[in-house]
């Protein structure tokens, strides 16, 4: 079973534009949702993460709408430029008795072209 | 601070072969996590150790898949007898706090 889904699958943007990628989740006991950024030939790395508690985050570029009733949150990226091109895949974890690993969507290959 | 170290980086067997990978985590975490990422999907948990301890392994294929982490800190997936389909990126990570956990740069497994 899919626990996160994830879209587009791939997304061509140009230099400047906002890039937008989507996620939905099924399981409610799902309170931490982080977006991961991973270039060819490394391992994902943390670029923004939201708790339920919040409706949006922002840290520079990088915006997470959160809607919780819907159970979709989604990630902005303003002012794209072609260091961005790279594959971003959403996350999502709960807690349950000590463990706490996270459930990927399926990623989005991000292409900012100049 | 060093990073997630990960040996080999690229590996290509046979199929029935068995491999093994290694894992150094950033000093002082006491949880680490092994992922499989096969092309084009996200990385899907395969196994998490709190320490030297198992927390969860639901989804680790016991049947030819093993992994250890002797004296809470480096750890070994080992696979015996690798099938065409454990074809993937094997990615260890680690994290101090409760969220945020921090990626190697895998190792590339082939099996021809």
């Known amino acids: 079973q899919q626990q996160v889904k994830q879209s587009p699958q791939s997304l061509i943007v140009q230099k400047g534009g906002i890039s937008i990628i989507n996620c939905a989740y099924e399981?409610?006991?799902?309170?931490?949702f982080p977006w991961y950024q991973q270039f060819p030939g490394k391992g994902p790395a943390l670029l923004i993460a939201i708790r339920p508690d919040v409706s949006e985050k922002k840290e520079g570029r990088f915006t997470i709408s959160f809607n919780k009733s819907a159970k979709q949150f989604s990630l902005h990226i303003m002012d794209s430029q072609p260091g961005d091109s790279a594959t971003y895949f959403c996350a999502a974890s709960k807690r349950d008795t000590g463990r706490r690993a996270l459930t990927f969507g399926s990623g989005t290959r991000l292409q900012v072209q100049p | 601070e060093a990073g997630v170290a990960q040996s080999p980086r690229y590996k290509i067997i046979e199929k029935r072969q068995s491999v093994a990978f290694w894992c150094n985590p950033i000093s002082g975490h006491a949880t680490l996590y092994w992922y499989q990422q096969i092309l084009g999907q996200g990385p899907k948990l395969l196994i998490q150790f709190q320490n030297n301890g198992v927390v969860d392994d639901s989804q680790l294929p016991k049947d030819r898949f093993s992994a250890e982490r002797l004296k809470g800190v480096d750890s070994t997936l080992k696979i015996q007898p690798a099938k065409l389909e454990d074809s993937a990126v094997y990615l260890c990570?680690?994290?101090?706090?409760?969220?945020?956990?921090?990626f190697g740069p895998g190792t590339r497994l082939t099996v021809l």
């Open positions: 399981n409610t006991a799902f309170d931490y």
């Open positions: 990570a680690s994290s101090l706090t409760d969220n945020e956990q921090f």
